[in-house]
């Protein structure tokens, strides 16, 4: 019994070793790549905005708002 649990906990060891060099290359990766980092531009158009429906004024209504 104590052999399975040594290896349980070598294994787990191993695993946080290697899912913490896995982030650091990430890191690595993405600031060594030289491109520069920006935001997504919503489409012209579309209204992403709150918009006051017929539901909403209903709600509105009901609880007081």
Do not use: C, Q, W
Request: aromatic share 8%; hydrophobic share 35%; proline share 2%.
């Amino acid at each position: 019994m104590k052999k399975a649990e040594k290896s349980e906990g070598l294994a787990r060891r191993d695993f946080l070793k290697g899912a913490s060099v896995a982030g650091a290359a990430g890191v690595a990766t993405a600031a060594l790549s030289g491109k520069k980092a920006s935001a997504a531009v919503p489409e012209t158009g579309k209204s992403g905005s709150y918009r006051e429906t017929e539901h909403v004024m209903k709600y509105y209504e009901l609880s007081r708002f």
